[in-house]
């Protein structure tokens, strides 16, 4: 997903499974996984390659996450609980403690924290993982322009209305601002690309 393992590189189940401490059946069966969400490509008797990154499909990447982004927001507003609401004021309170210098990793599993927990708030088990996969795919090409984005920390911290809708049960608001949000990130992109 980070790129650090570049495209097309060969991935080595034992070096893995040293890596991770780990055998080699939880190895090879998230490995499968990563294979069944396009992330690598299986290769009988030749290997397990990293996925190819596709500049191409970030249009359609784009659409699927609007319509899945501004639904999950929706429902999420509009089934929002107590409990909910104190787990999205700490995200908050710690979207309002980035800084201008913020390590851009940090920055990132920010914005995935935030992502996901709008998925889990929709209730909504399909949709969270269509959503997750979707986010996953967008978040590789992210990686790719990366070194290229300027101002990281405004992205996330756009975050803030978005969650602040949501708290609010304002669910047309909310999916409003989240398909924004998504429709931003691709502009962003595609001009970095």
């Known amino acids: 997903m980070t790129l650090a393992l570049p495209p097309g590189s060969l991935v080595n189940e034992r070096d893995l499974c040293q890596e991770f401490g780990l055998g080699r059946t939880p190895v090879r069966e998230a490995l499968h996984r990563l294979a069944d969400d396009g992330l690598v490509e299986v290769w009988p008797r030749r290997g397990i390659y990293v996925g190819a990154v596709d500049v191409g499909d970030l249009r359609g990447i784009s659409e699927l996450r609007v319509e899945l982004e501004g639904f999950a927001a929706r429902l999420a507003a509009e089934r929002i609980t107590e409990t909910d609401r104190a787990e999205l004021t700490q995200l908050r309170s710690e979207l309002e403690r980035v800084h201008d210098d913020a390590d851009e990793r940090h920055l990132i599993h920010l914005d995935q924290r935030i992502h996901r927990l709008i998925y889990r708030l929709a209730r909504n088990s399909f949709l969270e993982a269509a959503a997750d996969r979707a986010y996953v795919l967008a978040l590789r090409l992210w990686f790719l322009a990366l070194e290229r984005v300027e101002r990281l920390e405004d992205a996330v911290h756009d975050h803030r209305v978005l969650l602040d809708t949501i708290e609010q049960g304002d669910g047309d608001h909310a999916a409003a601002v989240a ?15």
Do not use: K, M, T, Y
């Open 179 to 193: 398909r924004e949000h998504v429709e931003d990130f691709e502009r962003q992109i595609r001009q970095l690309l």
